[in-house]
């Protein structure tokens, strides 16, 4: 069982990005998806997620109106789609999958629970 993050980069503010998780060796069926981000010195905090079976979103404040999370099932992969880009937006980006955890608001904000499976993260660097 692997997740693999991808579409990480350097991008200035007002910028967009379109990280990707790939599940590797099984699938995300019947499985909650998020996103976090560890910031240099900060928590790691949700961001996004996504409940694989009703599409059921929510987002963190810091995420509304700018990221959306989305899910491709033929392709086994979750998407965040990143625009407007912020400098405090820089972070080292991580997918998780939790079947018990339902997307909502336990997924957000400070990382409070053990999910089922981490990747190894993308690093976002957000500068001009």
């Known amino acids: 069982v692997q997740l693999v993050e991808s579409g990480g980069g350097l991008v200035q503010p007002g910028g967009s990005l379109r990280l990707s998780c790939a599940a590797a060796?099984?699938?995300?069926?019947?499985?909650?998806i998020g996103w976090f981000r560890q910031a240099p010195g900060k928590e790691r905090e949700g961001i996004a997620c996504i409940a694989y079976y009703d599409g059921q979103t929510a987002y963190a404040g810091s995420a509304m109106g700018r990221f959306t999370i989305s899910i491709d099932k033929d392709d086994n992969t979750v998407y965040l789609q990143m625009n407007s880009l912020k400098v405090e937006d820089t972070a080292v980006y991580y997918c998780a999958t939790d079947r018990a955890l339902r997307c909502g608001p336990g997924w957000l904000g400070p990382e409070r629970y053990g999910m089922d499976h981490w990747g190894k993260g993308t690093l976002v660097t957000v500068s001009s």
């Open positions: 060796g099984f699938t995300f069926g019947a499985t909650n």
